[in-house]
């Protein structure tokens, strides 16, 4: 049976006693409106621990002022169904008075890889999410925690987090879930109409060519920027940025020789959406 809280010392107590009969913790948070993407992170959860922990939680912090934080979708009875299915144990459901007192002071900071992109784009997104997270697995002291590649910097900037203020917690990325077109996941696809999802997968279109460039061979990442903003533009979208950088630092690569990272963010009309692939040269 699934059991749902929204206050802290139970969820910590459903925890403390899963460890106590010698359970293996594991750790899925997510701001809900759950799809597959999701239910991949709870499934692999599933697979790894004997206990598994999901919370809910739109995070205000991590919102700018004008971002959608407002109308964010909510559907908690159809996420707490889904993640009974799943076998999930917790489901950790705080209110923002739970998680945030009004005299809270301290934040994380999430260091450089936190600067670029998204968070060039969105100042203080990331402080938000590494003040949540943390909060998050101080709070549930699992042994895993998952996290999706579709948010690759935010997958990067926890794994240093977890690292370098050993939370204690391991971070494990998952794949991307896709639909059939190729489009990733998103509770922020629902503000999609039908027109702009079709055109939307222009953003899954950009980043299969520039891997087919790299697949060629050795190059100069501009040719790939080129390819992915042309197919980008072809679809009427406005791209914020298409990048090719080092995966690990997140930084620009002029030559791709070996491994690196394509990352877009674009906007089609004004839902603003976020995508990434590994890409590969040929030897
Ligand atoms: P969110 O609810 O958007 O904060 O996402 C919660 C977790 O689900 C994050 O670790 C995301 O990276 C992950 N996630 C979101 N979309 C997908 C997807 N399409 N495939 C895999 N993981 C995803």
Redesign the pocket.
């Known amino acids: 049976m699934i059991e749902r809280t929204g206050s802290k010392d139970e969820a910590r107590s459903a925890v403390a006693a899963a460890r106590k009969e010698g359970k293996t913790i594991g750790f ?11 239910l ?2 709870v499934r692999a959860a599933c697979r790894r621990c004997d206990f598994v922990a999901v919370s809910i939680f739109v ?1 205000p912090t991590q919102f700018g002022p004008g971002e959608d934080f407002e109308r964010y979708p909510r559907c908690i009875d159809d996420d707490l169904s889904l993640l009974s299915a799943e076998g999930a144990d917790l489901v950790f459901t705080p209110s923002r008075e739970a998680m945030y007192r009004d005299d809270a002071r301290v934040t994380v900071d999430p260091g450089p890889l936190a600067c670029v992109l998204e968070g060039a784009i969105r100042p203080g997104h990331f402080v938000g999410v590494a003040t949540i997270v943390t909060k998050m697995l101080s709070l549930m002291r699992a042994d895993l925690a ?6 690759y910097q ?2 990067k900037v926890i794994e240093l987090l977890a690292r370098d203020l050993d939370l204690g917690t391991g971070i494990i990325g ?5 639909d059939h077109g190729g489009l ?5 696809n629902a503000y999609l109409s039908a027109e702009e999802r079709t055109r939307a997968h222009a953003i899954p279109a950009a980043l299969e060519a520039a891997a087919q460039v790299a697949a060629w061979g050795p190059c100069a990442t501009d040719e790939i920027v080129k390819t992915m903003r042309e197919t980008l533009d072809e679809a009427g979208l406005v791209t914020d940025y298409a990048v090719v950088v080092d995966p690990a630092t997140l930084q620009p690569i002029d030559r791709l020789d070996g491994v690196a990272r394509a990352l877009i963010a674009a906007r089609v009309g004004d839902v603003r959406l976020i995508d990434n692939c590994a890409l590969q040269a040929a030897d």
């Open positions: 899925v948070p997510t701001m809900g409106a759950l799809h597959e993407g999701h991949s992170l995070n998952f996290f999706g590649e579709k948010d935010q997958l998952c794949p991307t879930v896709r990733a996941l998103s509770s922020r």
